[in-house]
């Protein structure tokens, strides 16, 4: 609706189009499932008319930045994490906006240190002469997202000093797994913990297909943000096979039991 409002105006540019898709993208991180993806379908939508047009080569940075948001969104860890690289590297942005669904990104992604270096580089933008009512968001935005950034740090260390109770079960250890990785999808450490207890130990709190979806997504985690010298060290392969071993082990017994 919003482009469809702009269609006759002076808005209706490339800088409207990028506006709406990360729009729609900041607002999928907080929808449910059914809403998320069809404002994210959306927003690929509007990306790829814009390459179809011909309307990409002034906005092309903005744009992969724009391509690494929908490749988290899809669980593409890795793609993501090769424009954020990229981009890191090369800080071609000028505006508040494009620096800051940057470093956005960085926070959701968990590069907390390069979040803190770049948090800055965002707010150096404020320093530039604006009207009152805009610079007043802007500065509003960036304070928020810093102090998201905070907060979601502070959790992490409750959830960690959580699972130094030796009080834990392994379903409730589990549990806190689960619960930052639904925050902080990208952390390979606590895939690897989830992956290490699916290889001795099948969840009781979980159904079946949850506990499926659950080793396949760490494991297609750990796949994409490590490299084979760091698999190698872990001995990730032998870790994963064992992970499978003890599913289909729990299975065979679970169909001699409903059998009996």
């Not at 933008?125 to 810093?146: F, P």
Request: glycine share 2%.
């Amino acid at each position: 609706m919003y482009v469809e409002i702009n269609k006759e105006t002076y808005r209706n540019n490339h800088q409207m189009h990028l506006n709406f898709i990360r729009t729609l993208l900041y607002a999928a991180r907080q929808a449910e499932s059914e809403q998320r993806d069809l404002w994210v379908q959306e927003a690929k939508s509007i990306l790829k008319g814009l390459y179809d047009k011909g309307q990409h080569e002034d906005l092309l940075a903005q744009l992969e930045l724009v391509a690494a948001h929908l490749a988290m969104e899809e669980g593409e860890f890795g793609v993501s994490v090769e424009i954020l690289n990229k981009i890191y590297r090369a800080k071609p942005f000028e505006l508040f906006e494009d620096r800051y669904h940057f470093t956005w990104l960085l926070n959701v992604m968990g590069f907390d240190s390069e979040f803190a270096k770049c948090i800055s580089w965002c707010n150096e933008t404020l320093l530039n002469q604006e009207t009152d009512i805009v610079l007043e968001s802007k500065v509003a935005l960036a304070k928020a997202l810093k102090e998201a950034n905070q907060e979601k740090l502070q959790w992490l260390e409750q959830r960690y000093h959580a699972l130094c109770n030796k009080q834990q079960t392994i379903d409730s250890l589990l549990a806190i797994y689960i619960e930052i990785l639904e925050k902080c999808p990208t952390l390979r450490t606590v895939c690897m913990k989830v992956v290490t207890i699916f290889s001795r130990y099948w969840p009781t709190a979980l159904t079946e297909s949850e506990a499926e979806r659950l080793l396949k997504s760490c494991h297609r985690t750990i796949r994409q943000l490590m490299n084979e010298e760091e698999l190698q060290q872990a001995q990730y392969a032998e870790l994963y096979r064992k992970a499978l071993t003890f599913r289909s082990r729990y299975r065979l017994q679970r169909t001699e039991s409903v059998e009996a």
